[in-house]
């Protein structure tokens, strides 16, 4: 079976750090793969709060993700200290992509490279919506 192949971007202009809690880990002692989309969320959530918007308020939108892919390339254990690089592109006429890096603090292992497909979404009328022209010029600069 051939395995998903993402490739890091050149740059991702926000990053934050946060730590892998005992309870992030799963039986096998690591950092669950059911975790690493909730770090993502969190890094997600922070780079919208960064731009002074919001998962519900996007530059006048809302946001609902469509899809997920995350590729695992490495290891990470509670306290390890992790840099969640995020960027955004793609832009279409209704979504656009985040991209996501994983590093471990210290050594720089990559633990993960993923993305996350969005959705502009209208909740009050329940239906898609256009991509905000704020957000469109943000994916294109992070090209």
Do not use: K
Not at 25 to 35: E, I, V
Not at 84 to 112: K, Q, S
């Amino acid at each position: 079976m051939p395995r998903l192949q993402l490739t890091p971007r050149s740059a991702y202009p926000f990053s934050i750090e946060l730590v892998v809690r005992v309870t992030d880990l799963n039986y096998g002692g690591h950092l669950g793969n059911d975790r690493v989309l909730a770090l993502l969320h969190e890094a997600r959530v922070a780079f919208l709060s960064d731009h002074g918007w919001s998962e519900m308020d996007c530059a006048g939108t809302g946001l609902i993700m469509t899809d997920a892919a995350v590729q695992f390339r490495g290891e990470a254990f509670a306290g390890d200290r992790l840099l969640i690089a995020v960027a955004m592109g793609e832009a279409a006429r209704t979504g656009f992509r985040f991209f996501y890096r994983i590093t471990r603090r210290g050594d720089d292992a990559v633990i993960a490279v993923a993305e996350t497909g969005m959705a502009c979404f209208d909740y009050q009328r329940r239906r898609v919506a256009a991509v905000p022209e704020p957000v469109r010029r943000l994916c294109e600069e992070d090209r």
